[in-house]
């Protein structure tokens, strides 16, 4: 039985080493370890073994049960490894490797997408309205009189149709209050545009940010703490701020906000929105179209805000001209 079981073990490793295919080794485990197999009948012979010889056999068949089952391990690893050294042949693997440029996000879609989480976080909700819009949402309603430069042929891009290019994101304002009642707290950010000459400043299409907040008690203090919680967010704690009382239409009062920060690289005051409470006279328009008093001048008052992206984005960039963020050029781009 021993010497039986030494001459299993030499011939099943002899065979699994020589033999050259997967198949082939598959054969070789039934014809050994199989139930039908060579080792499974001298197992079964293990009956007929006296007793004091049985623990010495039992440790040998099982000794030789391991070594061929391990030698059959490795052999397939062995051939597997051969088979996948083939597939890799005719590639030289020490060839540099194709690179697969990963894109960015354009500087100022960064920008707006900072500005608006910075918002939804104090509880402003996105709005939106059509770049091709009505001159009432756009002027009328926004307390515009007809006299206004900025309805001006020269200023403003207008469609055979009497409808117009958006001067700015404020008519998202009107937009959302046609449609919803107060509380309202929205940004809308978008593109603009204007009949400007293009240099290095102006571009006829720009992006602006609007904010809106209308509700009973609404006053000029959650303006300031709104915009400079904001602006603060978005170019640290230093920042200084400056109101500045100005005009607009559809404000009353209206205010310039002036930033100071090192965030901005330079130490002078920039003028970077427009703000104010909101005119009466936007809620009567809007009344007016919706046939009811929804926005009551006697209970409700709001802020309104807006502030262009293009010019952020130079400044907090460094970015020497505004063409440099439509023109696609890749030298530039990549560089956010
Ligand atoms: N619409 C103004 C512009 O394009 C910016 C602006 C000023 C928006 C004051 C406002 C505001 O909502 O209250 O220059």
């Not at 050994?32 to 440790?59: C, N, Q």
């Not at 756009?138 to 469609?159: G, I, K, S, V």
């Amino acid at each position: 039985m021993e010497a039986q079981l030494e001459s299993l073990r030499s011939d099943a490793i002899a065979a699994i080493l020589a033999c050259s295919g997967e198949s082939e080794l598959e054969q070789l485990r039934v014809r050994f370890l199989g139930r039908g197999g060579e080792l499974t009948a001298l197992s079964d012979r293990m009956r007929e073994v006296s007793k004091e010889d049985k623990p010495r056999i039992g440790k040998l068949l099982n000794e030789t049960r391991s070594a061929v089952t391990t030698t059959l391990d490795e052999r397939k690893a062995a051939l597997v490894a051969v088979q996948e050294a083939g597939a890799f042949s005719g590639i030289d693997v020490t060839l540099p490797g194709t690179a697969f440029p990963v894109g960015a996000l354009h500087p100022i879609t960064q920008l707006m997408d900072r500005a608006t989480a910075i918002f939804r976080r104090m509880g402003f909700a996105l709005a939106d309205g059509p770049d091709i819009e009505s001159e009432w949402h756009c002027f009328d309603a926004l307390n515009t009189p007809a006299d206004h430069p900025a309805r001006n042929e020269q200023d403003t891009f207008y469609m055979p149709d009497g409808r117009l290019l958006r001067t700015h994101t404020s008519s998202i304002q009107i937009r959302t209050l046609e449609r919803v009642s107060p509380p309202v707290r929205i940004i809308a950010p978008g593109a603009a545009y204007r009949r400007d000459e293009v240099d290095a400043t102006h571009l006829a299409q720009f992006n602006q940010m609007e904010g809106l907040y209308v509700d009973e008690g609404v006053t000029l203090g959650d303006l300031r703490g709104t915009l400079e919680f904001f602006f603060r967010e978005l170019f640290g704690k230093d920042a200084k701020f400056r109101f500045r009382p100005h005009f607009f239409p559809f404000t009353e009062p209206s205010f310039e906000v002036d930033i100071q920060s090192a965030a901005l690289g330079t130490d002078r005051w920039l003028e970077i929105a427009g703000c104010g409470m909101v005119d009466p006279a936007v809620f009567d328009a809007v009344n007016e179209r919706r046939g009811g008093r929804v926005l009551d001048p006697e209970i409700h008052t709001g802020f309104a805000f807006g502030f262009g992206l293009d010019r952020l984005a130079m400044i907090m960039a460094g970015v020497p001209d505004i063409r440099l963020f439509t023109d696609s050029d890749q030298r530039f781009l990549s560089q956010f």
